[in-house]
């Protein structure tokens, strides 16, 4: 069983979906968690409500992941509520934001979904880094079978996003290994119970998806939260640069 007793975590993004699954598997098995939201506070309260019952401590921070003032402040928040330490960070905070062909994509749109995706992970990093270097801590970035295979119809901007996540992650693994901060990625492929399906995939399409799966089923957000816990524990304390894919074996490296 892996123990997180003690351990002071983030999650941007953790008030629903794939976030919120992995904000409360971390208070399951022990951390406490601040847990981000963009605009859904009930979401995010809901989950901090939830942490809190199981004993742990839990604070719900908002901030707008593509305004480098609002990262500071929520930034400001968690490291007040950690003592200014901070064990784990999550980069779970991501859109699709819109499916749009490239020939009638406009700049934009392009710009905005780069940005909600590979910008704000970059920053959230960049400003957690202090707070990690005397803790030895672990980032885990979020990526997608999509940087792979190149996502689904009107989905390239999201795709090159989630490819530079993924990229990023490596070089940052490299960048922070001295400071013993190991930064690793997680790839999910088709995730049920989020609302990124529920809003940009059609019934058939799920079917169709779900069919083509080796598994025959689609993942859900604890099969996420599993490779996470892993990247977190003392289990992976010599992984680094590495990414795990979560795709019921829709792609296989």
């Known amino acids: 069983m892996i123990d997180l007793q003690g351990k ?20 399951k098995a022990g951390a406490d968690v601040v847990v981000h939201y963009g ?20 604070l719900a921070v ?9 990262i500071t402040a929520f930034m400001k928040e968690t ?47 960049q400003q957690a880094i202090p707070l990690m270097k005397t803790t030895k801590g672990k980032i885990v970035n979020m990526t997608s079978i999509a940087a792979h295979n190149g996502g689904g119809p ?8 989630k490819a530079a996540v993924l990229t990023f992650s490596k070089a940052l693994a490299k960048e922070l290994a001295p400071h ?7 790839s999910p492929g088709f995730i049920g119970q989020t609302p990124f399906h529920d809003t940009f995939t059609t019934s058939e399409g799920r079917v169709n998806t779900v069919n083509s799966i080796p598994l025959k089923r689609e993942g859900n957000p604890d ?14 304390n010599y992984l680094t640069g590495e990414t795990i894919e979560i795709n019921g074996g829709m792609y296989m490296r």
Request: negative net charge; glycine residues 10%; without cysteine.
């Open 8 to 27: 002071k975590a983030l999650v941007t993004g953790g008030g629903t979906g794939i976030g919120r699954g992995i904000a409360l598997a971390l208070a």
């Open 39 to 58: 605009s859904n506070a009930k979401g995010a309260e809901e989950v901090v409500r939830l942490i809190e019952d199981m004993g742990r401590q839990s």
């Open 62 to 70: 908002q901030g707008d992941v593509l305004k480098k003032d609002d």
């Open 79 to 125: 490291a007040a509520f950690f003592n200014h330490e901070l064990d784990i960070l999550v980069n779970n905070a991501g859109h699709l934001v819109q499916r749009a062909p490239v020939e009638e994509m406009s700049e934009e749109l392009w710009h905005r979904i780069m940005d909600v995706n590979v910008t704000s992970t970059f920053l959230v990093s």
């Open 154 to 161: 009107g989905a390239a901007a999201y795709a090159a996003s």
């Open 180 to 186: 013993s901060i190991t930064v690793n990625a997680v």
């Open 223 to 236: 099969d996420v939260a599993g490779a996470v816990l892993y990247l977190v524990s003392d289990l992976a």
